[in-house]
């Protein structure tokens, strides 16, 4: 029940601003920094505009980066580590030494030398955020697939002759399956707290497009002002995080559950 409440939230964010009649890029005529009322649901920001919608927007983008950069990142971690436990002994040591050196550079330092090429777009930030995740995502996923490697039934497999794909796809994926899961969402919480640090720094996400990182940093000065107008997006980041710690909960017990 837990995943399920946790895809519904970012499947409602990736799609609510077209259902928001106000854009967010528009002034509704309101102060700054007003508190809820009648005609804004949650204030307003900055400039004057309606909170909610700017909201809604922001997390349209901030599902979008995370959800793609998320499933990007855990597609090329698993491959990485089902390659460096199929290959033969000198190859696999050199892929896994080569996750392993670029897993110890810290995240930041990649981000500002793949910023300082690409600029920070949607698409680079995505590919930023895969790059920095999918070595974590390898370095969780590769003892599990080590061991399944080492299962009676995939050296059957291997005595029948069957190919790398079969083993991959009928004895590989069907038991690293709930570790996925568990990753999947571990990745999506990482993915988000780095895009988010992104953005409060000034280099994630650019106007004219927001997400809730820089909507905090756009609307720090709403602080001295007793608005809740920065206090919200960082809100709905938790909300997030603690919807993702659920679900991964959820599928951790799924995991238990097979093993006994």
Known sequence: MRPLIFVAFILFFMVAPSFVSASADSFSGGGLFEGPSAT???????LGRDLLSEI????????SVCAAATLLSLACGLTCAVLSSAMPSFAGTI???SMDALNSIPGLTIAFVLIAACGSTTSSLIL?????????????????VVQIFAEPFVELSRMRGEGFVYTVTRDIWPNIRPYAAVELVNRFVASLMFLSALSLLGIGVQPPNT?????????????LLGSTA?????????????LAIFAASDSSRQLDFSKS
């Open 128 to 144: 930023i955020i895969t790059v920095v995740e999918f070595t974590r995502a390898y370095r969780s996923l590769k003892a599990p």
């Open 95 to 97: 892929l896994a030494r």
């Open 40 to 46: 804004h649901l949650l204030g307003t920001d900055y």
């Open 230 to 242: 920065p206090v919200l997006p960082g809100i709905f980041i938790l909300t997030a995080s603690l």
């Open 211 to 223: 997400d809730w990182g820089s909507l905090i940093k756009l609307n720090a000065t709403g602080l």
């Open 56 to 63: 809604l927007g922001a997390g349209s983008v901030t599902m």
